[in-house]
């Protein structure tokens, strides 16, 4: 169990049927010490909460940096209340929600909790990631164009651009030259005598991008 166990917020409707599930659940959960505090808001009650956090369907629970729609089992709960706090829970749930094309779920984790981005670096240098969930990375990264928490992962991103899997390697260099760092030039230069093709364009591409001379 994490030292500080994680907060969950559940949105409930009147004669909602899977809502009590919910509540138990987590209610089950916060006795146990797996979660921290338990706030309920009813969404006939209180409207405007519901609206402020862009609840659509009862039962609703954010739980800890996931938001969770819809009913889960007392087990997906402790689930992922105890991902909250382990090295891939955030890849994991990412994983999980674009592989339900809900980007904007995955898009809404990062806002939240910004110190989750690193987690996704793994699933860059998955080569055989499934297509969906490998071009909702890329548009979560393409959304972080020129911020520093994507130039705070370029080292890493520069090791990806050497990877063995040469779809990675152009993964790798298109998020380079996105992430508008200097530093990026270091690891996109050697991969203009990469032996594919594809990479080689890519890198000249991001480093032209980045405004830095081959």
């Given amino acids: 169990m994490p030292q500080t166990p994680p907060d969950a917020l559940l949105f409930i409707a009147p ?6 599930l919910v509540l138990q659940g987590l209610s089950e959960l916060v006795k ?36 969770l729609e819809g009913a889960y089992a007392p087990s997906e709960l402790r689930r992922w209340a105890e ?22 779920k995955a898009e809404a984790l990062f806002a939240r909790r910004p110190d989750l981005l690193p987690q996704l670096l793994p699933l860059v240098g998955e080569p055989e990631l499934e297509i969906q969930v490998r071009l ?13 928490a994507l130039q705070q992962m370029v080292p890493e991103l520069g ?5 063995p899997d040469h779809r990675v390697r152009i993964d790798a260099c298109h998020y380079l030259g996105l992430s508008g760092s200097a530093a990026a030039a270091d690891f996109l230069r050697p991969r ?15 480093l032209a991008a980045l405004g830095v001379t081959a």
């Fill in 15 to 20: 004669g909602c049927p899977r809502c009590p």
């Fill in 32 to 67: 146990e010490g797996v979660i921290g505090r338990l706030e309920v808001v009813n969404v006939a009650a209180h409207p405007e909460l519901a609206t402020q956090r862009g609840v659509r369907t009862a039962p609703w629970t954010l739980l800890g940096p996931f938001e």
């Fill in 83 to 104: 991902a909250v706090d382990e090295p891939g829970g955030a890849a994991e749930y990412v994983t999980e929600v674009l592989r339900g094309g809900q980007l904007g």
């Fill in 136 to 148: 909702g990375v890329g548009a979560i990264l393409e959304g972080l164009a020129g911020s520093s």
């Fill in 159 to 163: 090791r990806l651009s050497a990877a």
């Fill in 192 to 206: 203009l005598d990469d032996p594919e093709a594809e990479v080689r364009e890519v890198a000249a591409d991001s």
